[in-house]
Nanobody, 121 residues
Framework: QVQLVQSGGGLVQPGESLTLSCAPS????????VGWYRQAPGQQRESVGNITSYGKTTYKDSVKERFIVSRDDAKHTAYLQMNNLQPDDTAVYYC???????????????WGQGTQVTVSS
């Protein structure tokens, strides 16, 4: 069974950086576009950035000067590098990706399990 597995996250101080990663596990053909989302307590889940299978990125305005979405197709992994983190960035971060699991089939959407990022002094 295919899953999207996230790693990274944790507790950091304001101004520090963290990198999250997101990769499929199980049998799959290809990871296509990947989006990164976050959900703060009491808030709706929001998109912070995404990357297409061609490497084109888009970002939420409030993070585009600090966050970088990238991918390493050789490792079938997408990354969210977060710089100059602030307390308002505290949230559970999720990745979501389109994964092709069968040759010739349309890619299907999967969510990662989520990882907590806490920014506090």
């Amino acid at each position: 069974q295919v899953q999207l597995v996230q790693s990274g996250g944790g507790l950091v101080q304001p101004g520090e950086s963290l990198t999250l990663s997101c990769a499929p596990s199980g049998r799959f053909i290809k990871l296509y576009g990947v989006g990164w989302y976050r959900q703060a307590p009491g808030q709706q889940r929001e998109s912070v950035g995404n990357i297409t299978s061609y490497g084109k990125t888009t970002y939420k305005d409030s993070v585009k000067e600090r966050f970088i979405v990238s991918r390493d197709d050789a490792k079938h992994t997408a990354y969210l590098q977060m710089n100059n983190l602030q307390p308002d960035d505290t949230a559970v971060y999720y990745c979501a990706g389109d994964i092709q699991t069968i040759w010739g089939a349309v890619p299907e959407g999967y969510w990662g399990q989520g990882t907590q990022v806490t920014v506090s002094s």
